[in-house]
């Protein structure tokens, strides 16, 4: 079974940096685009950046210039760099990946690493 684990949340304060951290784990799969997405109570989930195998990426808007998305992919291991963080970046962090094994090709989603940013 494949998972994927989210790591490197916390609390920081604005102007701060955090990198998060997510990686998939199991026995005979492959990694195809991962992305980041982001949570508020009360709202859709919504895209932060997503990084393909071959490494192209895009971001939200919003996330242009201050994060920036990386992977290792003999790791299967995604990050986000956060730099200049901002009260309004707080939110739930959700790694997304698409995965194939032996039964198809599915998205995958981890359980979410919190991220709070004071003022």
């Known amino acids: 079974q494949v998972r994927l684990v989210e790591s490197g949340g916390g609390l920081v304060q604005a102007g701060e940096s955090l990198r998060l951290s997510c990686a998939a784990s199991?026995?005979?799969?492959?990694?195809?685009?991962m992305g980041w997405y982001r949570q508020v109570p009360g709202k859709q989930r919504e895209l932060v950046a997503i990084?393909?195998?071959?490494?192209?990426?895009n971001y939200a808007d919003s996330m242009k210039g201050r994060f920036t998305a990386s992977r290792d992919n003999a790791k299967n291991t995604l990050y986000l760099q956060m730099n200049s963080l901002k009260p309004e970046d707080t939110g739930v962090y959700y790694c997304n990946a698409q995965i194939t094994t032996d039964y198809g090709t599915g998205d995958y989603w981890g359980l979410g690493t919190q991220v709070t940013v004071s003022s």
């Open positions: 990084i393909t195998s071959g490494l192209s990426t």
């Open positions: 199991g026995s005979g799969f492959s990694v195809h685009d």
